[in-house]
């Protein structure tokens, strides 16, 4: 399926949605920062990025536009766990060029639902 970069500070959040992503056959690659999905991005293509938006350091919301300016990710889809569909910082994330959102708490069923609607959106319209 697809190869997707899971982005978040919290290690037992990136191996949750590891585990229901390769339930789902999708290849699942993981970064514990920002930063570090920054330089793993230059180096390295995915079909999808989920990104959590409060880390340490660059989180989220600088996250996405800094995928958006390289070439490689100027189309790829880029969706947020976000802690509910209030959250302020969801609004931002659109509007820097989030695809979609999953809400957390989220179910196996949920995340993997979210995922596989994004990328089929994305790449039958692409």
């Not at 899971?6 to 037992?12: A, E």
């Not at 180096?43 to 995928?67: A, F, K, S, Y």
């Not at 209030?86 to 995340?111: C, H, I, Y």
């Given at each position: ?68 300016a390289l070439r ?55």
């Amino acid at each position: 399926m697809a190869r997707i970069l899971v982005v978040d500070d919290v290690g037992s959040m990136r191996q949750i949605v590891r585990t229901v992503l390769e339930s789902g056959r999708h290849r699942v690659l993981d970064a514990c920062s920002a930063e570090e999905a920054l330089d793993l991005a230059k180096v390295t293509r995915v079909h999808l990025v989920l990104t959590d938006i409060n880390m340490p350091g660059m989180g989220g919301l600088e996250l996405i536009p800094q995928l958006r300016a390289l070439r490689t990710y100027r189309n790829t889809p880029i969706m947020i766990l976000a802690k509910g569909s209030a959250d302020e910082n969801l609004e931002q994330a659109m509007k820097r060029g989030a695809s979609g959102w999953v809400e957390k708490p989220f179910t196996p069923e949920g995340l993997l639902g979210a995922v596989n609607q994004v990328l089929v959106d994305f790449y039958v319209n692409h």
